[in-house]
């Protein structure tokens, strides 16, 4: 399983980014998606998640501004980024978990600045 993360970029506090996650290979539907970012001398957190039924969770600094969601036929997972802030500075990396595995993309570097 491999999973391509793409979408992130230099923007100005207050604007919009849309990430893409992209699985390749025998990645079933029932996979549990997420997003984790990890900003310079922090630690990696969970950002938002996705259940295949389509229930969603979110990390409190983010609820309100950031939405997930899936396309499974196409094996991909999004997370749209609004109002964004010099904060939401990090590397996003999505997650895949099934079966007790967890498999892990490459990540795709955010940084909110004016």
């Known amino acids: 399983v491999q999973l391509q993360a793409s979408g992130g970029g230099l923007v100005q506090p207050g604007e919009s980014l849309r990430l893409s996650c992209a699985a390749s290979?025998?990645?079933?539907?029932?996979?549990?998606m997420a997003w984790y970012r990890q900003a310079p001398g922090k630690q990696r957190e969970l950002v938002a998640r996705i259940t295949p039924g389509g229930t969603t969770m979110y990390a409190d600094s983010v609820k309100g501004r950031f939405s997930i969601s899936r396309v499974i036929a196409k094996k991909t997972v999004y997370l749209q980024m609004n109002s964004l802030k010099p904060e939401d500075t990090a590397v996003y990396s999505c997650n895949a978990a099934v079966g007790g595995a967890a498999f892990w993309g490459q990540g795709t570097q955010v940084t909110v600045s004016s």
């Open positions: 290979g025998s990645i079933p539907s029932t996979a549990l």
